[in-house]
């Protein structure tokens, strides 16, 4: 035990490490092993090792790094062997880029989407990883938070770095900028939304004819006032939705209100808002079709605190959607075959095929769980 007149005295030269940050509260360790591989000038960040260095280690010449590395005969496989105990040991790893300049291709593609956040989007972009991957490619992306300049920063960027193709979930209306970027040989397929302003490859959903089964199902189940709650009327997909209610309605003779239609923001409290609107005006709605997953959410729980039970049908799926009670009917769309199919247009024109640019449609379906299923209640 430790006398209490006793204190603590560094050695000579020894400084204090300090273990705690003022600004967060961590706790800070130093990495010993790594601080004295710095000290020693190893280990420093941004030197890699290099081809020379490997066969300084190894004991052999430049060349037979470069058969090693590069899988070409000519080595034995004892010299093989050496050399490959010295890449491991230095951590060396190709550097690309002179592969990438003699062959013109970087075996990487871009892919922007609206937010990466979104559900709607993992599957996409993981079946445009898949395709990616089976092609030998490096997949890298990035959101563009619906911001016209953002995604044009993003896709010159992906350029700047000689991606060899495009994949683009397309936030702005004019895409003349790529026009360039297409003409010097970078593949570019649309997906989710056309592009604007020039002719491209794009693959989408049958947003219309989906919207338009969704709302005819309810007017099936006997519902005359119908509700529509989508996104910003600019964007392609929700306006296409619009454009299917609207047609359904048209349909069977239904004249659509004014107050029965709101489009903008997905931000709940506006989609609250017009949700009680339709619900509790002079007209109200005894159903409402939601025109993407993160309205419908906002939907569900508005109407969990209405009086009177209201039929709902929402377009895209969502997790949980089967459990909730009634289970939400909903008009499903294959995210995974969006990306899988414009992937694989992208790779085929990256090996050479010489087509005019295509409007791709995939068919939506009808998932019925019982809120659309439900009777006017007046």
């Not at 990306?339 to 790779?347: H, I, Y």
């Amino acid at each position: 035990m430790l006398d209490a007149t006793c204190s603590y005295r560094p050695r000579p030269g020894h400084r204090p490490v300090k273990t705690t940050d003022d600004r967060t509260g961590q706790r800070i360790v130093p990495e010993t092993t790594r601080g004295a591989e710095r000290a020693n000038g190893t280990g420093r960040y941004g030197n890699r090792p290099t081809m020379k260095d490997v066969a300084a280690r190894a004991g052999v010449g430049l060349k037979t790094v470069s058969r090693v590395v590069n899988g070409e005969p000519g080595v034995t496989p004892d010299t093989e062997r050496r050399v490959q105990e010295a890449i491991e040991a230095l951590g060396f790893r190709r550097n690309d880029s002179a592969r990438v300049l003699r062959k013109g291709r970087t075996a990487s593609i871009g892919l922007i989407l609206e937010d990466l956040a979104d559900p709607f989007y993992g599957p996409l972009s993981r079946a445009v990883e898949e395709v990616a991957r089976a092609h030998g490619a490096l997949l890298i992306n990035g959101s563009s938070a619906e911001d016209p300049d953002r995604e044009r920063e993003l896709a010159l960027a992906l350029c700047a770095r000689r991606v060899d193709g495009l994949v683009v979930i397309p936030a702005g209306d004019d895409h003349r900028y790529l026009e360039p970027e297409i003409r010097a040989g970078v593949a570019t397929v649309f997906v989710d939304r056309p592009a604007a302003c020039i002719d491209a490859d794009v693959v989408l959903s049958d947003n219309f004819g989906g919207a338009r089964d969704g709302v005819a199902h309810l007017i099936a189940h006997g519902h005359r006032r119908i509700g529509f709650i989508g996104d910003m009327p600019n964007i392609h997909t929700a306006a296409e939705r619009l454009r299917g209610y609207r047609a359904a309605m048209e349909d069977v003779g239904i004249p659509v209100e004014d107050d029965w239609m709101s489009l903008g923001a997905t931000d709940p409290e506006r989609v609250r808002r017009a949700a009680e609107e339709m619900l509790t005006g002079p007209s109200p709605v005894t159903a409402i079709f939601t025109g993407n997953n993160r309205v419908t959410v906002t939907v569900i729980r508005v109407l969990a605190a209405h009086a009177r039970p209201v039929a709902l049908v929402g377009f895209d799926d969502f997790e949980l959607a089967d459990l909730l009670q009634p289970g939400v009917t909903v008009v499903a769309q294959d995210s995974a075959a969006l990306g899988r199919t414009a992937a694989e247009r992208l790779f085929r024109r990256l090996d050479g095929a010489l087509v005019a640019p295509e409007r791709i449609e995939l068919p939506t379906r009808l998932i019925e769980r019982g809120s659309g299923e439900l009777p006017p209640a007046d």
